[in-house]
């Protein structure tokens, strides 16, 4: 079976993938980059974390094009508060759709 898991360079989201590599899923992560230093991390935690289970190559999507403009229009709505709430979700609409177009294994 396979998953998307969104993959950062934190430690909730490597955790999250270790486990489901440990339950024998074969994992698609995705990754928002933001910054060199972040996306050379999840490089680093991915070479990791191949070795404990079926990781296929992270997918990179540019937060920037998928955020910005979201932001921009918190900003000018004045809800400034709700930007965490909506790049979460974004994120996952995101690894949604991507899952979407993932062939399922029977």
């Not at 070479?47 to 910005?68: A, C, N, Y």
Request: proline share 6%; with cysteine; net charge positive.
């Amino acid at each position: 079976m396979k998953a998307v898991a969104l993959l950062s360079s934190g430690i909730d989201s490597p955790v999250a993938v270790y486990l489901m590599l440990r339950k024998g899923l074969e994992v698609i992560p995705v990754h928002f980059r933001q910054d060199p230093v972040k996306e050379e991390k999840v490089l680093e935690l991915w070479k990791v974390l191949r070795k404990h289970g079926k990781l296929q190559e992270p997918i990179t999507v540019d937060f920037s094009e998928e955020h910005v403009p979201v932001f921009e229009n918190l900003r000018e709505l004045g809800k400034e508060g709700w930007t965490c709430v909506f790049c979460k979700w974004l994120m996952i609409k995101k690894a949604c759709g991507l899952g979407h177009g993932v062939e399922p294994k029977r």
